[in-house]
């Protein structure tokens, strides 16, 4: 079974966390010092919030996976989707360990498609983000794709 995962950018972690956990009725599962998240059943999703010098708002979207084997099914529509897939594969973001794809959908929205392998004593990196755009750009602006069509 899937799960919708949600990753917000505040500017105050400690407000958010306690506007979140009122609004979910429950604490988050993980909260470090720049992140929280809250795994809920209803609704069923991954609700992650960080504080990282980035623009406050909707950071990404995915969807969570239980195996590789989803893994690789969403991996499949990815592909099917045709924009510009960039497979990370094995990385350590967020405090876990993960397999992970990322996409744009066509209005630039990031979305990631992951498998959790692990904790991780360590945020990580957010080092995907420039890569998903650079592949976007690529894919997108080709001198023959961004050029005005004729009426």
Same mark, same amino acid.
């Given at each position: /079974?899937?799960?919708?995962?949600?990753?917000?950018?505040?500017?105050? =972690?400690?407000?958010?966390?306690?506007?979140?956990?009122?609004?979910?009725?429950?604490?988050?599962?993980?909260?470090?010092?720049?992140?929280?998240?809250? /795994? =809920? &059943?209803?609704?069923?999703?991954?609700?992650?919030?960080?504080?990282?010098?980035?623009?406050? #708002? !909707?950071?990404?979207?995915? =969807?969570?996976?239980?195996?590789?084997?989803? =893994?690789d099914e969403v991996h499949d529509r990815l592909k099917r989707a045709e #924009?510009?897939?960039?497979? &990370? #594969?094995?990385?350590?973001?967020?405090?876990?360990?993960? &397999?992970?794809?990322?996409?744009?959908?066509?209005?630039? !929205?990031?979305?990631?498609t992951f498998f959790t392998t692990g904790e991780s004593t360590v945020y #990580?990196?957010?080092?995907?983000?420039?890569?998903?755009?650079?592949?976007? &750009?690529?894919?997108?602006? +080709?001198?023959?794709?961004? +050029?005005?069509?004729?009426?």
């Amino acid at each position: /079974m899937k799960r919708l995962h949600v990753h917000v950018a505040v500017k105050d =972690l400690s407000d958010s966390v306690r506007f979140y956990s009122e609004l979910f009725a429950a604490k988050p599962s993980v909260l470090k010092d720049d992140h929280a998240k809250w /795994m =809920l &059943e209803d609704p069923r999703v991954n609700f992650a919030i960080s504080q990282r010098n980035r623009p406050a #708002g !909707v950071d990404h979207l995915g =969807l969570q996976v239980e195996s590789r084997a989803e =893994l690789d099914e969403v991996h499949d529509r990815l592909k099917r989707a045709e #924009g510009p897939i960039i497979a &990370e #594969g094995e990385t350590t973001c967020c405090y876990v360990v993960s &397999e992970k794809n990322w996409i744009d959908d066509p209005q630039g !929205v990031q979305w990631e498609t992951f498998f959790t392998t692990g904790e991780s004593t360590v945020y #990580g990196t957010d080092e995907i983000k420039p890569a998903a755009a650079k592949a976007r &750009e690529a894919a997108c602006c +080709a001198p023959t794709c961004c +050029a005005p069509h004729a009426a």
